[in-house]
C-alpha cells in the first residue's frame, strides 16, 4: 500500500537552529515529492522534486531528492519564529488505473522558540 | 490574484443535519481536489475532478458523503446525514491542466466543521 513517513513528528528548536526534517515515500510509478508549509489556515506550496540529486533552494529553506533511497529532505537554516508551521510532504504518482494520485505524510510540527 | 474561495469558514451544526461545504477553484485550473483533515489521520484526499468530472472518489468515507462540480468555477461537498465523527477541516484545492509533476496545487483556507 502506498504511504508516505515524516519524521520527526515534532520538533522544538532555538531561533537560529538548522533543522532537517525528512520524508519516506512507497509509492507506485512516482513521479514526484511535494513540500508544504502549513501555518494557520491553508497549506502553501514550497517545493516540487522530480529529479533525484538536485537541491532546490529559497532562500533559507531548500531540500533535495533521493529516489535511491526513496526519500527528501527539507533543510531550514538560520530557523525563525515564523518558520514554525507544520510542514507536509506528499509524494505523487499514478494509481493502477493510470489517474493520478497524491499520498500525504502526517506532518513534522516544527515550534521555534525566540 | 484570488486563490482558491472556499465557504463557509466556520460550521457548527447538530448532528443529521445536512452539511454543504462550497469551493471556487482558481480561473483556469481543471482540476479539484476534495480533502480532510484530522489530527490522527492528517490529510486525507476524499474526492477529485478534472475538467468537472469526477475521477476518484474511492476516498469518499460512506454515501453520506457526496461531492458534484456543476461547472468549471464551483464544486459543492455535502453530507447527510452528517455525525459528530465527520468533524474536521475540509480542504479544497485546485491545479492547472499538465502532468502533477510539474503543477503543485493550490489551497483554500479550509472550512472547520463541527459536528455536535
Known amino acids: 500500500e502506498d504511504k508516505v513517513v515524516q519524521s520527526p513528528l515534532s520538533l522544538v528548536v532555538h531561533e537560529g537552529d538548522t533543522v532537517t526534517l525528512n520524508c519516506s515515500y512507497e509509492?507506485?510509478?512516482?513521479?514526484?515529492l511535494l513540500w508544504y508549509k502549513q501555518e494557520k489556515k491553508a497549506p502553501t506550496f514550497l517545493f516540487m522534486l522530480?529529479?533525484s540529486g538536485i537541491e532546490k533552494k529559497s532562500g533559507r529553506l531548500s531540500s533535495i531528492l533521493d529516489k535511491k533511497e526513496l526519500s527528501s529532505i527539507l533543510n531550514i537554516t538560520a530557523t525563525q519564529t515564523g518558520d514554525s508551521a507544520i510542514y507536509l510532504c506528499?509524494?505523487?504518482?499514478?494509481?493502477?488505473?493510470?489517474?493520478?494520485?497524491?499520498?500525504w505524510g502526517l506532518g513534522t510540527s516544527l515550534a521555534v522558540n525566540p | 490574484d484570488a486563490g482558491v474561495i472556499q465557504s463557509p469558514r466556520h460550521e457548527v451544526t447538530e448532528m443529521g443535519q445536512e452539511v454543504t461545504l462550497r469551493c471556487k477553484p482558481i480561473?483556469?485550473?481543471?482540476?479539484l481536489f476534495w480533502y480532510r483533515q484530522t489530527m490522527m489521520r492528517g490529510l486525507e484526499l476524499l474526492i477529485y475532478?478534472?475538467?468537472?468530472?469526477?475521477?476518484?472518489d474511492s476516498g469518499m468515507p460512506e454515501d453520506r458523503f457526496s461531492a458534484k462540480m456543476p461547472n468549471a468555477s464551483f464544486s459543492t461537498l455535502k453530507i447527510q446525514p452528517s455525525e459528530p465523527r465527520d468533524s474536521a477541516v475540509y480542504f479544497c484545492a485546485s491545479r492547472a491542466a499538465g502532468d502533477s509533476s510539474s503543477q503543485p496545487q493550490h489551497f483554500g483556507d479550509g472550512t472547520r466543521l463541527s459536528i455536535l
Open positions: 522530480t529529479s
Open positions: 506528499a509524494a505523487g504518482g499514478f494509481n493502477a488505473g493510470n489517474n493520478r494520485k497524491l499520498i
Open positions: 475532478f478534472n475538467n468537472n468530472v469526477p475521477i476518484d
Open positions: 480561473s483556469g485550473h481543471d482540476y
Open positions: 509509492v507506485t510509478n512516482f513521479r514526484s
